[in-house]
T-cell receptor, first 113, second 110 residues
Framework: AQSVTQLGSHVSVSEGALVLLRCNYS??????LFWYVQYPNQGLQLLLK??????LVKGINGFEAEFKKSETSFHLTKPSAHMSDAAEYFC???????????FGQGTRLTINP | EPEVTQTPSHQVTQMGQEVILRCVPI?????FYWYRQILGQKVEFLVS????????KSEIFDDQFSVERPDGSNFTLKIRSTKLEDSAMYFC????????FGPGTRLTVL
């Protein structure tokens, strides 16, 4: 069975600082990995995904994530936080593109002025 | 840009009542899903649907739940007899090779 662990239910950074949201996964097959963002009272929006190929993937709004197989990790980063980045971020894994997603618990990102 | 839509945005019902949540997936997508998110908890998979039948379901998706694609555009989730613990945000998603989510329906069971 697949699972996702997001370290830190709440992360707070200053505007302009580095954002690092941690995600570790467990999968018996090569995983497809995703980061979704959820703004208050809205649905889930795909930030980025890893399927195969290049392990560093770039997404929308300046976010990127690196797939590290040896560490079973897929951490999300952004060099400089913006106030508009305040949201809930979910890491998810699936066995293939259209299969069900297994989500982590989510990390609430707060940006301090 | 095509998007998944869901109606209603908020549904309030009495315990024991039937509810139907509606979704219009993106038109060329082949896979359809329902997920739910209980307040403060993670998003949980309920069911996936492909080629007019359920392809996978979770243990949450018991006999009280059913899904249907009654026509070429709608995808519905029915809860036959709602319980207090069914209160949650329900998300529909559709996929060709990645999943796009709708804005959700907040279901409140009183």
């Amino acid at each position: 069975a697949q699972s996702v662990t997001q370290l830190g239910s709440h992360v707070s950074v200053s505007e302009g600082a580095l954002v690092l949201l941690r995600c570790n996964y467990s999968s018996s097959v090569p995983p497809y990995l995703f980061w979704y963002v959820q703004y208050p009272n809205q649905g889930l929006q795909l930030l980025l995904k890893y399927t195969t190929g290049a392990t560093l993937v770039k997404g929308i709004n300046g976010f990127e994530a690196e797939f590290k197989k040896s560490e079973t990790s897929f951490h999300l980063t952004k060099p400089s936080a913006h106030m508009s980045d305040a949201a809930e971020y979910f890491c998810a894994v699936s066995e293939w593109g259209a299969q069900k997603l297994v989500f982590g618990q989510g990390t609430r990102l707060t940006i301090n002025p | 840009e095509p998007e998944v839509t869901q109606t209603p945005s908020h549904q309030v019902t009495q315990m024991g009542q039937e509810v139907i949540l509606r979704c219009v997936p993106i038109s060329n997508h082949l896979y359809f899903y329902w997920y739910r998110q209980i307040l403060g908890q993670k998003v949980e998979f309920l069911v996936s649907f492909y080629n007019n039948e359920i392809s996978e379901k979770s243990e949450i998706f018991d006999d009280q739940f059913s899904v249907e694609r009654p026509d070429g555009s709608n995808f519905t989730l029915k809860i036959r007899s709602t319980k207090l613990e069914d209160s949650a945000m329900y998300f529909c998603a559709s996929s060709y090779n990645e999943q796009f989510f709708g804005p959700g329906t907040r279901l409140t069971v009183l």
